[in-house]
């Protein structure tokens, strides 16, 4: 074996053992094998269509290739000071995981838990004694042995490859519904495919469809740029028409007039567009097929990134699949394995000649399978169609230090997430409001990112419905069309399916903000007693941190003996996160072996991103943070948007207006902007100020108060200022509330306490939000940057 070889050999096992804690949160502990794709594949695959077409016409296919391997675990044990404590060392030492069992002396009391060295989490599971312990597991096997139930009737084209990941999950599938509830429910559009869920989980978020069209995406990743423009320079320069052309058209022809050399070329994409019509290029603003009035097409224009990164001389694009599996608090998960897009014809830069060419500009699947050079190959690493780690290799062995790259490509999926959340929350609020039974949400998004030859990822756009067709169309006989199996789309798809599914499997689920918020209230007045600090209580365990015995990193800051008073805690329970962004995972149930898997399932190919990496992103969600005050406001439930009295008591309870800025001032500045947004988003039903508006109020009034700081630093110390108003605020209402509460019936208490999280933005997670972006502002960004995946 050639030195060069061994050397990429490491780089990709290195990447690879970045995915590595997906299985920590997995349901197994299997190896994964370097390349999680078939030994098996063909070249021809299908990408880029939005499922909406429900026909499917092959039931032949290929097998799937599930790999195991084998447990990699080693057993020690030591002594601890009367508490005896066996040690389960993961093998791999980089990842120096504890899994841990502790016996009181005298109390029969068993724990259980882990310690990263990483100092992410410690969870330590406590049972009252052997016994208890016993039924209890014989109690959640004989739930557990209970297949979980899928309604996949409005699945559409994701169900052949659905109805794989099922079966492999030996799980039950209800391909015509179900009249009564089932725990998963897989709709191939939107949220709101089937109307009448009121419990489960839905694989789609409502609104985001709405969200991720162009313009949504660009607006708000340019709030974000405004803020953060070093962090959210992966996207391209954007104008939204019709409404900025006049600014894209200054500011092309000042660029052009102080340097004549410069030429750059611009892409116009249609805002509901997909595979990429209506796309063209252009070279100039008179070039805008702009239409007048009402025929007005809403559009993207974007800079063209003309130098793209080649690969046998096509430009390629890169598609990955996210799971965003909970927005409160947020969890990201990243397939390890994605698809590449190549062009059929071989690039140039953009000059007025060959704009037109789509086959050389333009990557989509649906675009170049036209083109007569599209090479259905039966290897993952040629044809027109291929496995991200097929090119990931070719380039390592070109000495490309992928690392980084996928280091960049971890950072931009987490920062376009952060950017699209807040709207996603009003969406949810509205959709599923406090106190309304409603089913959770995840949903699997499609990233489209190019690499620049400099090998900086692009975000292109994020697919709310990536395909998760596994079949592709051919000619199969001369003039006739039909859908045949693609291995490379069924190995890397269903693979993001199955293991969506692990991850949301009902029987590891935490529990809610709110059942931790309830229980811990009672926890913590019984456990502080006998020198043990109760953290909280799940569904099947209790998480016991010993006083003074540390397994992380996180643990001395967080439970030092002066952290015992019970308000504290359970505030920060309330706030799911310890100061300074010292996330501290849910992972304890996960590491167990689910039994209907039976062991034979490969480990999980979604490797969680964040919050792991809440250190590093934290400080980037101060929108966030502005979506909370607006929902806070909005006041009926359902609405998603602020009208003028719900703004003035914004200001009033805010205490933001003053003989500077008095109450007609405000009613001024909220007439403007609404009637300024009402314009820019002209399907808009609902009058009234919506978020984008909202933010664009809340920077005016940022600026205006603190006209000395930049941008970023006047909208963290505006927050700040709010969010203590609404804090002393909530004090009284609270005290007030609660001598109201020692008089109302049991039930209406319950309700009460029903805060939706999502709301209740809590003091301590706003705290660690403004500390992370404070202490962000003393380091380096780009030292941070480079530590993603350390
Ligand atoms: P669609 O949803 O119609 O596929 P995309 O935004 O994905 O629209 O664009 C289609 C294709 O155009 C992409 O796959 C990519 O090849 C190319 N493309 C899009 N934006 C850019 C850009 N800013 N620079 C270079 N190429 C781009």
Redesign the pocket.
């Known amino acids: 074996m050639c030195d060069h070889y061994v050397e990429v050999k490491v780089q990709l096992e290195q990447m690879k053992s970045l995915g590595e804690d997906a299985e920590k949160q997995g349901v197994d502990t299997e190896q994964v094998p370097v390349s999680s794709v078939s030994p098996d594949p063909s070249s021809i695959t299908l990408a880029?269509r939005d499922a909406s077409n429900t026909s499917i016409t092959c039931k032949h296919r290929g097998k799937s290739h599930s790999k195991s391997g084998k447990d990699d675990k080693n057993l020690c044990g030591k002594h601890i000071s009367g508490v005896s404590v066996s040690t389960h060392v993961g093998k791999n030492l980089n990842r120096l995981e504890h899994e841990q069992t502790l016996h009181i002396k005298g109390t029969g009391r068993i724990l259980q838990g882990k310690s990263e060295t990483n100092g992410n989490y410690v969870t330590i599971h406590p049972s009252k004694n052997i016994q208890e312990t016993r039924r209890e597991d014989g109690y959640n096997l004989a739930r557990k042995r209970k297949p979980v139930t899928v309604d996949s009737s409005k699945a559409k084209t994701s169900l052949e490859a659905l109805k794989l990941s099922i079966k492999q999950l030996k799980w039950k599938e209800f391909p015509l519904g179900r009249r009564t509830a089932c725990d998963i429910y897989w709709h191939g559009v939107s949220f709101h495919d089937n109307e009448h869920i009121v419990s489960g989980q839905v694989n789609k978020f409502p609104g985001m469809i709405e969200m991720l069209r162009?313009i949504n995406l660009s607006r708000a990743v340019r709030t974000m740029q405004e803020l953060f423009p070093e962090e959210y320079d992966f996207y391209?320069r954007s104008w939204i028409l019709p409404e900025e052309f006049q600014q894209f058209s200054t500011q092309i022809c000042m660029v052009k007039e102080n340097d004549a050399t410069v030429n750059p070329t611009f892409?116009v994409?249609p805002d509901g567009?997909?595979?990429?019509?209506g796309?063209y290029l252009i070279r100039d603003p008179s070039d805008l097929k702009l239409m007048a009035g009402s025929q007005a097409k809403q559009a993207v224009v974007?800079?063209?990134?003309q130098k793209?990164l080649l690969v046998d001389k096509l430009?390629f694009?890169i598609r990955l699949y996210v799971l965003i599996k909970s927005l409160e608090p947020l969890e990201i998960y990243i397939a390890k394995e994605g698809l590449t897009?190549f062009c059929t014809e071989p690039y140039q830069e953009p000059c007025q000649k060959n704009l037109s060419h789509v086959f050389m500009?333009?990557?989509?699947y649906s675009l170049n399978v036209h083109s007569g050079n599209f090479v259905h190959s039966d290897s993952q690493n040629t044809g027109s169609k291929r496995t991200l780690s097929s090119v990931l290799y070719r380039l390592a062995a070109k000495g490309v230090d992928i690392k980084k790259v996928w280091s960049d490509i971890i950072a931009l999926v987490i920062k376009t997430v952060i950017a699209v959340v807040p709207e996603l929350k009003v969406y949810y609020q509205a959709d599923i409001p406090p106190g309304k039974p409603g089913p959770t949400c995840f949903q699997i998004l499609g990233f489209?990112i190019?690499l620049m030859k400099n090998l900086k990822p692009?975000l292109?756009?994020v697919?709310s419905n990536p395909s998760m067709r596994i079949e592709h169309e051919q000619e199969v006989a001369p003039g006739v069309f039909g859908y045949v199996p693609s291995p490379v789309d069924e190995e890397v798809k269903v693979g993001v399916i199955r293991d969506t599914l692990r991850l949301m499997d009902p029987r590891h689920r935490k529990p809610s903000m709110l059942q931790v918020q309830n229980q811990v209230k009672t926890i913590v007045n019984i456990s502080t007693s006998g020198g043990w600090l109760a953290v909280t209580q799940l569904t099947k365990a209790l998480w016991v941190v010993p006083m003074g015995l540390c397994f992380g990193s996180a643990v001395p800051a967080l439970l030092s003996p002066g952290q015992h008073k019970k308000q504290e805690i359970s505030s920060q329970l309330r706030a799911g996160g310890f100061e300074h962004g010292e996330a501290i995972p849910v992972e304890g149930e996960t590491r167990e072996r689910n039994p209907d898997e039976g062991g034979a399932l490969p480990s999980l190919c979604l490797k969680p991103v964040y919050p792991k990496y809440t250190k590093q992103f934290n400080y980037l969600r101060l929108a966030e943070r502005i979506a909370a005050l607006f929902i806070r406001f909005l006041g009926v439930k359902g609405n998603m948007r602020l009208g003028p009295t719900a703004f003035r008591t914004f200001i009033r309870t805010c205490k933001l207006s003053n003989s500077n800025f008095t109450m007609a001032s405000v009613d001024i500045l909220y007439i403007d902007i609404t009637r300024r947004w009402s314009g820019a988003v002209p399907d808009s039903r609902e009058a009234g100020m919506g978020l984008q508006a909202f933010v664009e109020a809340f920077f005016y009034l940022a600026g205006r108060r603190f006209k000395s700081l930049v941008l970023r630093e006047q909208v963290v110390s505006l927050l700040e200022l709010c969010e203590a108003q609404l804090e002393a605020q909530l004090g009284i209402e609270d005290r007030r509330s609660l001598s109201c509460s020692r008089a109302l019936p049991r039930a209406i208490k319950t309700q009460t306490l029903s805060l939706n999280p999502l709301l209740s933005s809590p003091a301590p997670l706003r705290r660690a939000a403004s500390q992370d972006y404070r202490l962000h502002q003393r380091l380096n960004p780009r030292t941070l940057r480079a530590n993603v995946e350390n």
């Open positions: 880029g162009k391209p892409i994409k567009g997909s595979q990429g019509d796309i974007q800079e063209y990134i793209p430009k694009d897009r500009h333009l990557t989509n489209d190019l692009v292109l756009e697919n």
